[in-house]
């Protein structure tokens, strides 16, 4: 039995001891810099570069650049919430045929979130713009999950589709 416990703190030692010897061969300096180094945008250039995405621009300028089929095959994207054909049905949104020019909030048929009647405004190319941009940041508390176009030229093209389908397409200038 000894021979065992003496055994077990030898090889206790010679462990510790290789450690130790270990430690000061190999001395390991940490670096006075982390090796993975990351760099943050200042809030300023953050502010430019959102501006230029998040931002609704001139959509005026854009819509004379843009192509209504263009925006036709955009509007795949919204297909899914929303109709677009005359007499269309009401889907997880607001059917959308004639919406550029018409009220926000106001299809009766259709249950808006609180904040999207209260919004109050006419869907302008601006306006449906902005909303397209970020539609949770344009009007905070809508119930619309869609995270937004970045893109200027697809929103643009798909405000063009979206006021072609309309009794009364609203002069583009």
């Known amino acids: 039995m000894t021979k065992i416990i003496i055994s077990i703190a030898l090889a206790v030692i010679v462990i510790f001891g290789i ?5 000061n061969i190999y001395e390991v300096k940490k670096p006075e810099k982390s090796a993975y180094q990351i760099t943050i ?5 953050e502010s430019e570069d959102s501006a230029s995405s998040d931002k609704p621009g001139d959509i005026m300028a854009l819509l004379a650049s843009a192509n209504a089929s263009e925006g036709e095959k955009v509007f795949k994207k919204c297909a899914s919430c929303h109709s677009i054909s005359k007499g269309g049905k009401n889907k997880i949104g607001p ?7 018409r009220q926000a909030g106001m299809l009766t048929d259709y ?3 609180k904040s ?3 919004y109050g405004k006419k869907w302008s190319f601006q306006e449906i713009d902005g909303f397209l ?4 940041k344009w009007v905070p508390g809508t119930k619309m999950a869609f995270a937004g176009l970045k893109n200027e030229k697809d929103r643009a093209s798909l405000i ?3 006021n072609s389908q309309s009794d ?5 200038k």
């Open 19 to 23: 450690n130790k010897i270990a430690d």
């Open 41 to 45: 945008a200042s809030q300023t250039e």
């Open 95 to 101: 059917a959308l045929w004639g919406v550029i020019g």
């Open 111 to 113: 249950k808006y979130s």
């Open 116 to 118: 999207l009647i209260a």
């Open 133 to 136: 941009t970020k539609p949770k």
């Open 160 to 162: 063009l589709y979206m």
């Open 168 to 172: 009364q397409p609203l002069p583009v």
